[in-house]
């Protein structure tokens, strides 16, 4: 089974290079533009649509320039946000779980160590806390009472060919997410690898870490494994990067908003 893949921008946000790469000895920051593309992402088959994360709405979108709705950006897509079954959240930052009741008939894939995480004592520490919206954590943990957010470990099936993987590094609990389409196999990094030159890991990379990291060695082992999980370095899709607006086809020529990555990208252009 293959699926269609789509990003679905919702935002953009003022970024300099300096912001979203941690100091690393020998390591020149890109001339590329380096504004954070925020995104969801959407696969579909004929049988059903996933969502991996929800985005933030406009109230809670902390400075972005907000250009649509994520669930909006579904229904152009001929979906019903209200028919999918099954969300991924890659982990519990504002920008990626803040849109939850744009979903009601969904339940929601969380990481249990991104849940105990985002509740537990590191919250006591500003520093550690401030990408965390307290009304989003709370949303999730009254989802959770209703019945409605699974608790996930490890490696596991969302539907049919995708699969979700511990992507450990920028948050605890962070996933990343593996969908079969019709160009190979394609991994959504999420912000486990937010732009393209925060690919880190082993010798042949020669990226540096987002500057917002938890644990810096698990974020290298996550960049390693998500370059193996994917069947090669363009079926890996950074989580924020402008390049997917830029490389990435439209799936409507009138609407910028949202790419197709199940197609082969445009070559990247050179720093």
């Given at each position: 089974?293959?699926?269609?893949?789509?990003?679905?921008?919702?935002?953009?946000?003022?970024?300099?290079?300096?912001?979203?790469?941690?100091?690393?000895?020998?390591?020149?920051?890109?001339?590329?533009?380096?504004?954070?593309?925020?995104?969801?992402?959407?696969?579909?088959?004929?049988?059903?649509?996933?969502?991996?994360?929800?985005?933030?709405?406009?109230?809670?979108?902390?400075?972005?320039?907000?250009?649509?709705?994520?669930?909006?950006?579904?229904?152009?897509?001929?979906?019903?946000?209200?028919?999918?079954?099954?969300?991924?959240?890659?982990?519990?930052?504002?920008?990626?779980?803040?849109?939850?009741?744009?979903?009601?008939?969904?339940?929601?894939?969380?990481?249990?160590?991104?849940?105990?995480?985002?509740?537990?004592?590191?919250?006591?520490?500003?520093?550690?806390?401030?990408?965390?919206?307290?009304?989003?954590?709370?949303?999730?943990?009254?989802?959770?009472?209703?019945?409605?957010?699974?608790?996930?470990?490890?490696?596991?099936?969302?539907?049919?060919?995708?699969?979700?993987?511990?992507?450990?590094?920028?948050?605890?609990?962070?996933?990343?997410?593996?969908?079969?389409?019709?160009?190979?196999?394609?991994?959504?990094?999420?912000?486990?690898?937010?732009?393209?030159?925060?690919?880190v890991g082993g010798e042949s990379a020669a990226g540096a870490p987002f500057a917002v990291v938890v644990r810096s060695d698990e974020y290298c082992d996550t960049s390693q494994r998500l370059d193996e999980l994917a069947d090669g370095p363009e079926h890996v899709v950074p989580g924020h990067d402008p390049a997917v607006s830029h490389r990435y086809p439209p799936a409507d020529p009138?609407?910028?908003?949202?790419?197709?990555?199940?197609?082969?990208?445009?070559?990247?252009?050179?720093?």
């Amino acid at each position: 089974m293959t699926y269609e893949l789509y990003a679905l921008r919702y935002g953009v946000g003022p970024r300099t290079a300096p912001e979203n790469y941690a100091p690393t000895p020998g390591f020149r920051y890109p001339e590329t533009d380096q504004s954070l593309h925020c995104f969801c992402w959407l696969a579909v088959s004929a049988e059903r649509a996933v969502l991996i994360d929800v985005g933030a709405d406009e109230a809670t979108a902390r400075g972005l320039d907000y250009e649509r709705n994520p669930a909006d950006s579904v229904r152009r897509l001929g979906i019903d946000p209200a028919a999918i079954t099954d969300v991924v959240l890659t982990h519990l930052h504002w920008d990626h779980a803040g849109n939850l009741g744009a979903f009601p008939g969904a339940t929601f894939h969380v990481a249990r160590a991104e849940l105990a995480y985002a509740t537990g004592p590191s919250m006591q520490h500003r520093f550690l806390r401030r990408p965390y919206d307290p009304a989003n954590v709370c949303e999730v943990v009254a989802l959770l009472h209703q019945g409605r957010v699974r608790l996930r470990e490890g490696e596991y099936e969302v539907a049919p060919g995708i699969t979700a993987h511990p992507a450990a590094g920028h948050t605890p609990g962070c996933q990343a997410v593996r969908v079969p389409t019709a160009r190979g196999h394609v991994v959504l990094a999420s912000d486990a690898r937010h732009y393209l030159d925060n690919r880190v890991g082993g010798e042949s990379a020669a990226g540096a870490p987002f500057a917002v990291v938890v644990r810096s060695d698990e974020y290298c082992d996550t960049s390693q494994r998500l370059d193996e999980l994917a069947d090669g370095p363009e079926h890996v899709v950074p989580g924020h990067d402008p390049a997917v607006s830029h490389r990435y086809p439209p799936a409507d020529p009138a609407d910028p908003l949202i790419r197709r990555l199940d197609v082969d990208p445009a070559p990247h252009r050179a720093r």
